[in-house]
């Protein structure tokens, strides 16, 4: 089965702090994603990584970076967060040439 | 832009019942069409229809692709409260494109 984790399930900071938010997955995938979803926008896509180092802004790349050293790993970033990005934020990976993503359980933000 | 459009936003039925939920979408080079639920985390693969494959069906789940209307019907018979969650409907376009555009989202609450 494939497997991806999100490092927390839930997380509260303060506005203006950095922000990691960590997934793993297991499978040996090369490409994996970070969304948010939102009520009434559905998943939104940041970035995304198709290989080790490299990254693809997605849609909504502002105010995130993004971090991939390890095939099996990748970071979100909020450099500063703001209220605004409170959200659910949600990891998915996908093998090379694949087209269905596998996500993890996600983590839901709250920046106070 | 690519775009993706889902229908009905929400909605709710008595166990039982069968319910068709519409996707539609705007993009261009189309590659593939996704549907996946999401029920308390997250999203979890249901189907994947390409242009070669239009028709696919699991248990009481079915979904069709009509190429010629640029849409996409998720149908689930026999409906039961387990069926509650999020339907999500995601188009791949554009050759070697790993990326996804998310619906978003169909809410289906099955009460007994």
């Known amino acids: 089965d494939v497997k991806v984790t999100q490092s927390s399930r839930y997380l509260v900071k303060r506005t203006g702090e950095k922000v990691f938010l960590e997934c793993v997955q297991d499978m040996d995938h090369e490409n994996m994603f970070w969304y948010r979803q939102d009520p009434g926008l559905g998943l939104r896509l940041i970035y995304f990584s198709y290989d080790v180092k490299m990254k693809e802004k997605g849609d909504i790349p502002e105010g995130y970076s993004v971090s991939r050293e390890k095939k099996e790993r990748f970071s979100l970033i909020l450099e500063s967060a703001s209220t605004n990005q409170t959200s659910m934020y949600l990891c998915?990976?996908?093998?090379?040439?694949?087209?269905?993503?596998?996500f993890g359980p996600g983590t839901r933000l709250l920046v106070l | 832009e690519d775009k993706v459009v889902q229908s009905p936003l929400s909605l709710v039925v008595h166990e039982g019942d069968t319910v068709t939920l519409n996707c539609s979408y705007e993009?261009?080079?189309?590659?593939?069409l996704l549907w996946y639920k999401q029920e308390k985390k997250a999203p979890t693969f249901l189907f994947m229809l390409?242009?070669?494959?239009i028709e696919k069906k699991s248990g009481r789940l079915s979904s069709i692709l009509d190429k010629k209307e640029l849409s996409s019907i998720l149908n689930i018979t026999a409906t039961q409260t387990g069926d509650s969650a999020i339907y999500l409907c995601a188009v791949v376009s554009g050759a070697g494109s790993y990326q996804l555009t998310f619906g978003k989202g169909t809410k289906l609450s099955v009460i007994p």
């Open positions: 993009v261009t080079n189309f590659r593939s």
């Open positions: 998915a990976s996908s093998a090379a040439g694949e087209k269905t993503q596998y």
């Open positions: 390409t242009s070669s494959g």
